[in-house]
C-alpha cells in the first residue's frame, strides 16, 4: 500500500538521514517496511524489541545495509547524542530512517544537536486526496468513508464497521493505558482519561482549561500539561488563532481536534469540521515539510461574534479563509466580512451536501469532498 510521503521519503533518504512521525498506527512501519524494499540489505530495528534494543546498544547491525531503520529509539536515554554519533560514523552508503510516535522534541532534551543532520515528515491520516488515488473511488464517497471510519489504515481499510470499532475502543484504551502513562508517568491516569473524555465532545470551540479544570478540580496548570502529552503524542492537535492584521481584539483559547475523526462525540456537523481541520493540518505539515516554508493553519474569532473555523497562511500572510458546512449554501456572515479585510486571500465556503457551485459577495461557495481533494496530500 503505497503512501503519500513514499516518494518524498526515498528522495530524501539520499541526502540525509530522513524522521519521520505521527499518531501510533498511522502506519509508519508498514511505510519503513515498503522503503526497505528499494534498498539492498535493508535493516529494521525496533527500540521496543528486545532482542533489537541489544543490536542498537551494542551498534552490532549489519554494517553493509543500505537502509537503516530504526523505530521509537526516542526512548532511548541520550538518544540525540547517540543518534548524531550513528549518523556521523555510518558509511556514506548507509541510509537512515528514524521513526517514532511521537514529537522527537518533546522527549528527554540531553545530547548534541542534530541539527543539519536530518529532514523529518509527519505522517498523517488518510484523507479524501490521499483514499481517492489509493482506492480509485470519487471524493464524494471518500469523504463519507472517512467521516465514517476515521482516517487511520486498520479501520479504513476493515472489512465492517464492528472490526473498525473494535479497533478504535483498544486504540483509545491502549493510548491512555501506555502511551501517555510511558510519556509522563502520569499517576493521575484517571482524570487524564476524564480530560480526553471532555475534549471528545468539545470539538470547534475554544477550548477554555480553566473552566474545564473546575469541573475535573484540578489547575488549569495541570490540564496545560495533559494538553502538551496528548499533543506530543499525535492525539489532538491545536489551531491556534489568526492574531495578526485584525483591529479588535481576539479571543486567544485554541480550538482542539483529534487526529483519529472516529474518536469526535458529535452530530455529522462537527465530526464534519474535525475531519476537515485534520485534512487542512495535513496539508499544511506536507508542505513544511517538504518545502522548508512557513505554512500555518488558524482560525478567527473575534470578541464580537465574527468568526471564520479555519485560515490558512504561508510565510505570514493569510492565503486562505474557509468556512465547512453541512448545507448551507448562504455565505457565512463571519466569512463575508474577513473577505473585505483580507482581499488577496482566496475566501471559500465548503459545503457537505451542495447542489451547484457559485460565487457570491466574493466568496466561492463549493462542494466540500471536491475541494479537499485539491489539497495537497
Not at 525496533?46 to 526512548?75: C, F, T, Y
Not at 548524531?84 to 521513526?99: C, H, I, W
Not at 492537535?237 to 483559547?253: C, D, E, G, K
Request: net charge neutral.
Amino acid at each position: 500500500m503505497n503512501r503519500y510521503l513514499d516518494k518524498p521519503v526515498l528522495k530524501d533518504l539520499a541526502i540525509k538521514m530522513v524522521v519521520l512521525t505521527g499518531p501510533r498506527q498511522v502506519g509508519k512501519t508498514t511505510l519503513a517496511r515498503q522503503l526497505m524494499h528499494e534498498f539492498e540489505n535493508a535493516q529494521y530495528l525496533n527500540w521496543d524489541v528486545l532482542p533489537d534494543r541489544g543490536v542498537l546498544q551494542r551498534q552490532s547491525w549489519n554494517p553493509r545495509a543500505r537502509l537503516l531503520v530504526m523505530d521509537e529509539i526516542h526512548k532511548m536515554r541520550d538518544w540525540k547524542g547517540w543518534l548524531k554519533g550513528v549518523f556521523d560514523g555510518r558509511s556514506p552508503e548507509q541510509a537512515l530512517l528514524v521513526t517514532g510516535s511521537a514529537r522527537m522534541e518533546t522527549f528527554r532534551q540531553g545530547g548534541d544537536s542534530l541539527a543539519g543532520r536530518y529532514f523529518a515528515f509527519r505522517l498523517h491520516p488518510f484523507s479524501v486526496r490521499e483514499w481517492c488515488e489509493l482506492r480509485q473511488t470519487k471524493p464524494a464517497e471518500a469523504l463519507d468513508h472517512l467521516l465514517e471510519r476515521g482516517g487511520f489504515p486498520e479501520p479504513c481499510l476493515a472489512d465492517n464497521p464492528v472490526d473498525a470499532d473494535r479497533w478504535r475502543t483498544q486504540y483509545f484504551y491502549d493510548l491512555i493505558r501506555e502511551d501517555v502513562l510511558e510519556f509522563s508517568r502520569l499517576h493521575e491516569i484517571n482524570t487524564m482519561r476524564l480530560f480526553v473524555e471532555l475534549l471528545r465532545e468539545r470539538i470547534g470551540s475554544p477550548l477554555s482549561l480553566a473552566s474545564m479544570a473546575r469541573d475535573l478540580a484540578v489547575s488549569p496548570a495541570t490540564l496545560k500539561r495533559y494538553l502538551d502529552i496528548l499533543q506530543a503524542l499525535f492525539i489532538v492537535f491545536t489551531v491556534q488563532p489568526w492574531h495578526h492584521n485584525i483591529a479588535r481584539a481576539i479571543l486567544q483559547s485554541p480550538k482542539v481536534y483529534f487526529f483519529d475523526t472516529g474518536l469526535v462525540r458529535g452530530d455529522q456537523g462537527v465530526r464534519l469540521e474535525n475531519a476537515v481541520a485534520g485534512m487542512l493540518l495535513k496539508h499544511v505539515h506536507f508542505l513544511q515539510d517538504s518545502t522548508g516554508k512557513m505554512f500555518g493553519l488558524h482560525y478567527i474569532r473575534t470578541k464580537d461574534g465574527a468568526e471564520v473555523d479555519f485560515a490558512l497562511s504561508e510565510e505570514g500572510k493569510l492565503t486562505r479563509l474557509v468556512e465547512c458546512k453541512l448545507g448551507d449554501n448562504k455565505p457565512h456572515r463571519g466569512l463575508s466580512r474577513f473577505a473585505g479585510e483580507f482581499t488577496d486571500a482566496e475566501t471559500v465556503q465548503i459545503v457537505y451536501n451542495l447542489r451547484q457551485e457559485e460565487f457570491r459577495n466574493g466568496i466561492r461557495i463549493t462542494n466540500a469532498a471536491d475541494w479537499l481533494a485539491g489539497l495537497s496530500a
